[in-house]
Each structure stands twice: as structure tokens, then as C-alpha cells.
């Protein structure tokens, strides 16, 4: 399984692409930052960050692309930059067919280091040990896509056998089915 | 000049074609909603919107899109989804070279209405006075997008005229000249 994580950002949108299965040791194939110009105009921003998605997409070719899901609570600033970014690595995966996943900051925090309490500190020191890397990735953002993509390929067993007892569910009560 | 109006969001996105120029009357050219199933995934919601936008891009070519400006006071989920598809309707506008002007909710209703506090009503009995429909747009999104593209034209002078003074002055004092 090849996934590409998304930590959104307008500034700095963190992506990384871990390849394997859960239970077994896992491969980075790559980590980055694709970074847009404060001060350049927010609809320019939106099309530098989905160039940059685009070329990751193109390159790696994953199979998942996990983003992080955006809270509103955080600063009002902030979150809205970050909403904009998650829309266009979202988009960029549902274009090309790619199932798209988010996971929250605590699954994926709770995922690499067992706690969904964990500091950056933590998170990047887990990153590096299961990934085998000599170093913690640089910035956070780098990291924390590494740990998304970790999270969904250790979390995706689970989500796959609740998706086949939902599917079972329904082909069962056909007039209770949901539409796709 | 010719304005595409876009009041963003996911389960019905507001399109609203207006070409005119501040003080003469304003022709409507279209006005519509994109709408994507609440029940679809995410991603595949925003490649919706995207082709929506697009489609109203190809057949109206609009030289600016005035685009309501989100604000994340209002309610969580809902914002969310008003920033991720505002986010699809600026890169779709960027990407063709089309500038993106945003216009907050108060701006327009002041714009339309005199009144920054105005009620869905009034804006709709407003754009329908101003642009001489026979009935209000319906629903109101279609309504507010037509109010932003009116609003758009009708600021459109004084915004120019005060970028016009901020490039005279920092090519007057280039020391302090901001970059593009």
C-alpha cells in the first residue's frame, strides 16, 4: 500500500510517501514541503499548491492519499488557509480516482506514538524510528505528513473490515441501502 | 465589465453572470447554483464543484470573479465546507489568469442595499430592482452570487483608483516599494 499524507497549509503544506503494510516495516519514498508566498494572492497560492500536489501525485503514484481534517476551533486565520490547501490536495486526489482519507491530529498522533496527547517532538522521533530515517524530517509539517501517511496504512485493516460488515449490512437489508 | 459571482458552498454553490459598469444599468448574463450530493465523499463533492465553475467559466468568460469572503465565526461544519468550495472557485479562477476579488458579506448587502445588516429579502428584492428581473432569484444563493458580481462592479472604481495611488506612491519612495 502507497500512500501520499497531506499535512495542509498554505505556507507550508507538508507531504510524505511511506509504502507497505500494517504489521510490517515501512519504506518513506519520499518527504517534502510544497511552500507558497505570503504575501502572493490567495487564489495564486491555491494554484501553486495544487501544481505542487500534482507533481507528488505524478511522481509517486499512490494508491491512499490521507490528508488531515481540519477543526474550525483553532485561530480563525489560520484554519481557514488550512481548510483551502486540504480542499486542493482533496481535489487533486478525487480528479485522478484516488480515495482520499483524513484522519484527525490525535488519530495520527495516537497511531505513531500511542498517545493522542504527543508533542511535535514525539511525533517526529516516532516518524524517524519507524521509518528507519537517520534523522527526524524537517519541518514539523514534513513529519507530520510522514505520520498520516503511517496512520492510514496501520488504521486501513480496521477501516476496510468495517466498510465490508457495512456493505454486508446493506446487500442483507437492501430497503435500508445507502446510496454510494 | 463582466463578473462571474460565486456564493461558495458544497451542497449549493451560487453562480451569477452580471456585465455592466458602475453607473449604468447591469445586465444579468445567467445565474444558477451548483449543487453536490450532501451523501458523496468529500473529494468527489469538490470535483463537482470544480466542473460546475468550470462550465459557468467556458460559457460565460467572465473577466473577474468576486468571490463572498468566508468567515469561521459562523457554524464549524458548514464553514468547512463554505472554505474548501471558495477555495475550488479562486483556483479555478486563478489558474485561467482571471482575478479573484473578495468581498465579505457585509460589503455586499451594504453594496445592494445601503445597509450592511440587510436580510435575504431585501438583497433579493434589490438584485431583482437592479438587474430588472420579473421575480427573484431563487434560492437565495443564486441571488447573493448576482449581489457579490453587482457589488464587485460597482466597488471596482475605488478599488482601482486606490491601487493606482499605492503604485504611484511606491514608485515615488521605491525603498519602501512592496513586492508584487
Redesign the interface.
Known sequence: MRVLGVDPGLTRCGVGVVEGVAGRPLTMLGVGVVRTPA?A????R??AV?QGIEQWLDEHQPEFVAVER????HN?RT??GT??????A??C???RGIP?A?HTPSEVKAAVTGSGRADKAQVGAMVTRLLRLSAPPKPADAADALALAICHIWRAPAQNRLQQAVALHTAKAPSKG??A
Open positions: 504575501d494572492e490567495l487564489g495564486h491555491l494554484v495544487e481540519v477543526f474550525s476551533q480563525v484554519v481557514m481548510a483551502q490547501a486540504s480542499a486542493v482533496m481535489l486526489a478525487a480528479r482520499v483524513l445507502r446510496l
